[in-house]
Structures are given as C-alpha cells and as structure tokens.
C-alpha cells in the first residue's frame, strides 16, 4: 500500500468512526416542533473521500474501473450475386482446353452451346444434339447429364467425331463460368475449359415490334431485339424483311434501306447512344428528317421513316443535341 492510498483509508475511518448511538439518536425526529430538515453532514464528506480514493487507486496503478468505448462495427453489404442470364442465347465454340492442352477444332462442326434458360441448355458436339439440366449458384456451375436428343443433319466427318469425343468428356469437369456481353468461359479446376463468342444471329429470333403501320394498304413493321450490349432491328413490308445486327460497343451509325413499292422505300438504321436526330439526304432533293425511336433495353437509338423516290440513294446523318454529327453511312439504292 503507497502512501497516498494510505491517507485515503485513514481519511474514510475518521469520517465513518463517529457515527455513534449519540449521533444516530440525534437525527431521529424528535418531539416537539419540527425542525427544519437539514442534508447529512456525512455523505458530502463520504463522497469526496470516495472520489478521492477512486482517483488515487487509478493513479497508484490499482484496478481501473473506466472502460474503453466499444469500437464501432461496420456492416459491409456482401457483393450482389452476378446476373446469370447474360448467358442466355446461342454460343459457338473458340477454344477448347483438355486439362491444360488446347484441342485442335477442325472446319466444319464447331461445338455450340444455347442456353434456354438459367436451368437448361442444349449441347451441339459437332456431331450430335444434346441436352442436359443446368445449376448455377454464385460463379459455380453443375451440368446435369448429357442426354441424346438428336444426330446432326448431314454427315459427321472422323475430325468432327474425335472432337466431339472430346467436348463430351470435358463438359461435365466444367464446374465454373464468366461472362461479357460477347464472351463466355467455363472453365474446371483440372485446367479444362472451353471459350464461346454469342452469336449475334441469335437475336434474329427473338424480335419485338418497335413500331408498326400500314403504307399504300400493306402493313409494315419495324421489329428489334436487345441484349447485353447487341442490338438487332429489322423491317418487314409484305413478304420482304432487311435486318441489321450489330454491337452498340462498335456502333456509331449504321442505315439500311428496303423498296416498299414502286413509289417508297423505308430507311431504317441505328445510332449510337448521344443521338437525338437522323436524317436522310438524298443525291438530288430535299433531306427527310427520320423518326427517332428509343429501344428498350439498349442505350442505342432507331430510326426509320418513308422516303421517296423508290429507289432514293443518300447519305444519313445522326447528329447530337448541339447539331455536331455522331456518324454517317451512305444508303444504296432501294431495290
């Protein structure tokens, strides 16, 4: 015990001592008139003693009472899960990888894979169709079992064969995928993996009228697809259809033309995101301002509308808001 605790404790025994039967019997109320109520002498003392001696007993190095404010505890939001149904739609083979070798892919069947929905998707080897169930969680990915479902039309080369031999082995070890817009990798941990490009054709069947009417009595349709970054749009007069499929990454304006009649033809294009009108100008005449058209869901922008002659040939123009060009692409003729 130092000496500074020491006075402490002497100071509190002195305080305490005198409470005697005397001075307990002499705050008892008494008879007579009453007194006027007064605060205890003791406990002013008592508490600065105390205080004192919770001073001292820190300073001496004795237990401390104070604590530490808890550390704050941060809530960090976990990473959203990644959007599986960009792997929706028809991929064809780039590469193959058989626990770390590459596999020669020869001309001709070139292994394909179509993804109908996040649960299913169907196996072309080369030289036969399959299907089989799919199971994503996170980047992992578990194909179900690969069953026949049709042969190939036409015949299977002894390339073609040994390849798919191959793509059928490797295809169930792949258990992991990424993806782009353009790209997709499934890959195993034995080094196997096999590279996709989307194929851009595959919008061609999955078209949504962006805009319809009738010219001269015959109807006509403006019809688009969208997905991920690829843009599809493509009209229809009749019997006759003009398409256009393009990356919006790439795009800056591209115009096509189709002859309605022998008095019209509609001009039809994309532009790239930032585009707030098109024009059309032909050789000789005035230039016709086209009807800009929103696509859901892409950043690029259509734009269409009748001009004639028939076979009008121009140039259009996609411009931005302060009037400077976005692009331009000549039009042929309208046959």
């Known amino acids: 015990m130092d000496d500074l605790e020491r006075v402490v404790r002497e100071t509190l025994a002195a305080r305490v001592a005198p409470l005697t039967d005397e001075r307990i019997a002499a705050d008892l109320p008494q008879p007579g008139p009453p007194r006027p109520r007064r605060r205890h002498h003791l406990l002013l003392p008592l508490a600065a003693a105390v205080a004192v001696a919770a001073v001292a007993i820190g300073v001496g190095g004795g237990v401390h009472y104070a604590q530490n ?119 195993s941990a034995d080094g196997s993996s096999m590279t996709f490009g989307w194929n851009e054709l595959q919008l061609v069947f999955s078209t949504k009228p962006l805009e319809a009417g009738r010219r001269d009595g015959t109807a006509f349709q403006l019809m688009y697809a969208a997905r991920h970054g690829h843009v599809f749009l493509e009209w229809h007069w009749a019997h006759s259809s003009f398409g256009i499929p393009t990356s919006v990454s790439s795009l800056t304006t591209i115009a096509e033309c189709g002859r309605a009649n022998s008095r019209a033809s509609f001009v039809f294009g994309l532009a790239a995101p930032g585009t707030t009108r098109a024009e059309f100008r032909p050789i000789n005449g005035p230039p016709t301002e086209l009807t800009m058209m929103a696509i859901p869901g892409s950043p690029a922008k259509a734009f269409g509308r009748f001009v004639e002659p028939a076979n009008s040939t121009g140039t259009v123009t996609a411009y931005r808001v302060d009037g400077s060009i976005v692009g331009s692409k000549p039009v042929k003729s309208c046959n």
């Not at 704050?72 to 959203?80: A, D, F, L, S, V």
């Not at 169709?129 to 799919?134: F, I």
């Not at 179900?144 to 390339?159: E, N, T, V, Y």
């Open 69 to 187: 404010p808890r550390p704050e505890q941060t809530h960090t939001q976990p990473p959203p899960p990644p959007d599986s149904s960009i792997l929706l739609g028809f991929w064809t083979v780039k590469t193959i990888v058989d626990r770390g070798r590459p596999v020669a892919i020869p001309s001709g069947g070139v292994p394909a894979i179509t993804f109908k929905t996040t649960s299913s998707a169907t196996l072309d080897s080369g030289c036969e169709q399959l299907r089989t169930s799919v199971r994503i969680k996170g980047k992992r990915l578990t194909f179900g079992s690969l069953i026949f479902d049709a042969p190939l039309s036409g015949p299977c080369p002894a390339p073609t064969q040994v390849l798919a031999r191959k793509v059928l082995a490797i295809v169930p070890r792949l258990d992991h995928w990424s993806a782009t817009a353009d790209t997709l990798q499934l890959t």
